[in-house]
């Protein structure tokens, strides 16, 4: 256990319905990644928050897919009319305070979804 | 853009072996290198972390090396055992541009260590 923790662990869904995932980082931890991972591959970055600034996205982050990060503490990921391609693990990483680029990255159990 | 390619895809040992996992990466302006274990359905652990300035690192029976220059990451595991078994990933943190530390992941190595 990395002290991150993710919500839910497991989400079934049939196609064209929406799905929020959450991920609580471990206490202040201002860098925040969020990660998709398909069967078979490694993770894919999808969006970086620094506090509660979304400073990158992926080109992967279709229109449909929303992140936030209140107050700079817990990161939701919403992902709006899910298609079959949407299947995935989605992973949440953390880095401490100071978030110096060379310190590693601390990953949560993910959230595996399925969509029907 | 980053690539990273782990080779090979898959492989099966018996218990007691040394092993090799081998990783490559297309751009050498590297902040670090990262080997993570990744349990079925789980997700990932940080085994060992490379500095773009540091050769080596090591912790219990694994050793991770890397040569920036040639882009190039190996991972020998010793005296494998059946708890050794997991999906092993090479990542690195790229310099070019606005990485804000992503990492850029292999696709894995599928690792069984038999009785």
């Known amino acids: 256990d990395t002290g991150v923790s993710q919500d839910p662990r497991h989400k079934i869904t049939k196609r064209g319905q929406n799905v929020t995932f959450r991920c609580d980082p471990i206490s202040e931890h201002n860098r925040l990644y969020w990660y998709r991972q398909t069967l078979g591959q490694g993770p894919e970055f999808l969006t970086y928050f620094q506090n509660e600034a979304q400073l990158e996205k992926s080109r992967l982050l279709s229109d449909r897919f929303s992140a936030e990060r209140p107050k700079g503490s817990f990161s939701t990921l919403e992902i709006q009319r899910t298609e079959q391609g949407d299947s995935a693990m989605y992973l949440c990483?953390?880095?401490?305070?100071?978030?110096?680029?060379?310190?590693?990255?601390?990953f949560g159990p993910g959230t595996r979804l399925l969509v029907l | 853009k980053q690539e990273v390619t782990q080779i090979p895809a898959a492989l099966s040992v018996p218990e007691g072996e040394n092993l090799v996992l081998n990783c490559s990466f297309t751009?050498?302006?590297?902040?670090?290198l990262q080997w993570f274990r990744q349990d079925p359905g789980k997700g990932l652990t940080s085994l060992l972390l490379i500095q773009s300035s540091q050769r080596e690192q090591t912790s219990g029976r694994l050793n991770a090396s890397l040569d920036k220059s040639s882009g190039r990451s190996t991972l020998y595991i010793a005296a494998s055992q059946p708890g050794d078994s997991a999906t092993y990933l090479c990542?690195?943190?790229?310099?070019?541009?606005?990485?804000?530390?992503?990492?850029?992941f292999g696709q894995g190595t599928i690792l069984t260590v038999h009785p």
């Open positions: 751009d050498s302006a590297i902040y670090n």
């Open positions: 990483a953390t880095t401490p305070l100071g978030g110096r680029i060379r310190e590693t990255q601390y």
């Open positions: 990542a690195v943190v790229s310099t070019g541009g606005t990485s804000y530390g992503k990492l850029t």
